[in-house]
Every structure is written in C-alpha cells, then in structure tokens.
C-alpha cells in the first residue's frame, strides 16, 4: 500500500490530463461568473458604492463562494478582508487613510480592474509616509474595484471612506471586528466535488512547478496575491506535516502568516509563527499550503533573503509499491 506522498508513474498518466481538465473547467467557471458579475454590476449599482466585508453573512448569497473560489481562491484567514465596485474612474480615487491607520497595525488596498481582476497597485501601510488623510491615486479611464486587507486589527475597526474624481461615493463603514472571521471555522463544512474539481489542478501544478515557467506558477496560485508581501508555496501529503526553521533577521522584520489548504483550496489550518523552530500538525489530506511574509512597520533595510527560511516536508518512510518509481514532488 503506497503512502500518498509517492504518487507512482502510472498515475501521472491520469493525474496531469485530469489537472488539465481542472484548469480547463477553472478557466471556464471564471469566464462565466465574471459575465454574470458584469451584468449584475450594470444593473445594481447602489451595491457598488458600499463595502462588502468578507464573513459568514455574504457567504450566504448565492455564488460568492465560488466567486471567490475562481478569483482570489488562495484564502487570507490572517486578515479582516473587504471589497468594493466596480466603479467609473475617470482621471483619480482618494481614499481616506487615516481609518485605515486607525483600524490596524498593518494593511494593503489593492486597485483592480474590472472585470479582468488585474492588480493595479497595491498601497500598503509601511510603503509610504501618508502625511495627510486623503491619498489620492491618478488612474486611467476604466472601471475599477477595491479589496483592502487589514493585519493585526485594532477593537475598533473602519473601512475607509472613498472618494472619486471629487466625489465621495463610499463612506466610512464600522465593522464588528470581534466576530467577522468566524465563518472560517466552518468553511470547510462547504466543501464539495465542484469545488475540488474548480482547484485540484493547483496540487499538480505544484507538483510539477519545477519544471514550468517561475511566473505562471505564481499566477495561477496568487491571481491576486499582495504585491507588498513574499511567497512561499508547495504541495503537503496526507500525514505529513511542515518544518519550519526561520532566521530571526526574517522574524525581526516580517510578519510569518501559514495557511494551509485541502485540494478544494479551502483553508484547514492557519496561524502566525513566531518561533525560530516550528513543526506544523500533520494533515489529513492532501493539500498545498503558502507562507506569507508580511514586511513591518518598522522594516529595516535589509531585504528579504531566501536562505532566512527553510521549510521541509516531514512523513513517515516512503514506501513504493512492486519497486515502481515514485513521481517526484517539491
């Protein structure tokens, strides 16, 4: 009986043209829901001009689980997240930093085009030295949405209040901060074949990332991945678990946030380490999981080196069957 972190060279004759059926279906299902976003936005448009903060109670509309699943589907637990637009920009936006210092130690804006979710910019909290309350973007003609992500929440928590071409479309908004996030707990509950399908050819990729193209990997895996932040990412095997040995240069300047996910990219463990030395549980599943490293505040000169973090894959011995050479893994 093999262990499931040895995957045999007879499976990758199935496993590599099913991970291409799921990109096919992944690519499809976006397609298909930016469309019907599309419309709806033409047809809604008072739901653009509010934020919509990412908890239990949006869940339960109809398709944004799956939305998010086809947009941003490498879930942030670490965060209190909130989207707003699509909105028409004409010459600028300014949003009002001030409640995002305010509300958190730590936060990004990301600026994305709509419908493509293409990453404008990203505005992060220890990028820039923001002298006055309003911060004021020039953008190009178009329609554009806004996702903000707040790290290391203060008790009281606003989102920002939006202005574009002169005019505020979105006011401040007070948020109950204490209980946003508990919908992670039970999102796993949600999990189903569609949702594997939408996202299991992410654990191929990665498997195989070693011998694709460095920037398609990171595209499919962080569509929308914060600019500001470094990615570590990789495939983990049922009963295995993480070793992280981390450099305290890399602690004293960075935030260390894991997430790890089950093939459906829905997120089953996550926490900040703050040790040197760290061993993760062992999964249940197969999954993949990505580190982020968040820059402090007060982040010293030294830049990100990748010799400050070393993570290994810890299993039992592996074993194959009939002496059958195993599929290589990262």
């Not at 033409?42 to 799956?66: A, C, D, H, P, Y």
Request: proline fraction near 4%.
């Amino acid at each position: 009986m093999r262990n499931s972190k040895t995957l045999l060279d007879i499976e990758l004759l199935y496993a590599v043209p099913l991970a291409l059926l799921s990109l096919i279906f992944f690519k499809t299902v976006r397609l298909l829901l930016r469309t019907l976003v599309n419309i709806n936005a033409n047809f809604n448009k008072k739901q653009s001009f509010r934020w919509l903060v990412f908890s239990g109670e949006m869940l339960k509309k109809s398709l944004i689980l799956t939305s998010l699943l086809v947009t941003g589907p490498r879930w942030n637990p670490h965060v209190i997240a909130a989207g707003a637009g699509p909105f028409d920009v004409k010459e600028s936006l300014a949003i009002d930093i001030k409640s995002c210092l305010d509300s958190a130690q730590s936060w990004t804006i990301g600026i994305y085009s709509f419908p493509q979710a293409k990453a404008i910019q990203h505005i992060a909290s220890h990028g820039s030295n923001f002298l006055e309350q309003w911060h004021q973007l020039k953008l190009d003609p178009g329609q554009y949405t806004l996702g903000i992500r707040y790290y290391n929440w203060s008790e009281k928590v606003e989102l920002p209040a939006i202005n574009v071409d002169e005019h505020q479309i979105i006011n401040t908004q007070l948020i109950n901060s204490g209980s946003v996030n508990d919908y992670f707990n039970k999102l796993i509950e949600r999990d189903n074949i569609f949702y594997r399908c939408l996202n299991d050819y992410i654990f191929i990729l990665l498997i195989c990332q070693k011998w694709l193209p460095k920037k398609w990997v990171l595209k499919e895996y962080l569509p929308v991945g914060d600019t500001n932040n470094e990615f570590l990412y990789g495939v983990i095997y049922k009963a295995c678990s993480l070793n992280l040995q981390i450099n305290s240069s890399l602690l004293n300047n960075y935030d260390v946030y894991l997430t790890i996910y089950n093939r459906s990219s829905l997120p089953v463990i996550w926490y900040q380490i703050k040790s040197e030395k760290h061993t993760t549980p062992v999964v249940e599943k197969d999954g993949f999981y990505l580190v982020r490293l968040r820059p402090k505040l007060d982040l010293a000169s030294d830049s990100f080196q990748p010799n400050w973090i070393t993570i290994k894959l810890l299993s039992e011995v592996l074993k194959t069957s009939n002496g059958a050479k195993s599929f290589p893994s990262v």
